[in-house]
Nanobody, 121 residues
């Protein structure tokens, strides 16, 4: 199986910065896209940013210019650098990866357990 482990979430003041990390482990043949999602209380889970194996990226409009997603394919890891944080960025942040466990099976999505980010003074 495949496990995703996130880290880096904590309490930070408005305007501050955080860097989230996500590492995939287990039976991994290849990883297509890795993404960060977030879910605030009472809201649906939403895509924050995604990075494909070739390096191209997508961002939610609400985080463009403030957040940067990156990836280390050798480490099966993705990172989310979050700058100029706002109270509305408060949420549980989840890592997602589309993983192929063998060369003949399709990609399947896996989720991490989530890491809490709280932006408050």
């Amino acid at each position: 199986q495949v496990q995703l482990v996130e880290s880096g979430g904590r309490l930070v003041q408005p305007g501050g910065s955080l860097r989230l990390s996500c590492t995939a482990s287990g039976n991994i043949f290849s990883i297509n896209v890795m993404g960060w999602y977030r879910q605030a209380p009472g809201k649906e889970r939403e895509l924050v940013a995604a990075v494909f194996s070739a390096g191209n990226t997508n961002y939610a409009d609400s985080v463009k210019g403030r957040f940067t997603i990156s990836r280390d394919n050798a480490k099966n890891s993705a990172y989310l650098q979050m700058n100029s944080l706002k109270p509305e960025d408060t949420a549980v942040y989840y890592c997602n990866a589309e993983v192929r466990t063998t060369g003949w099976l399709p990609f399947r999505g896996y989720w991490g357990q989530g890491t809490q980010v709280t932006v408050s003074s």
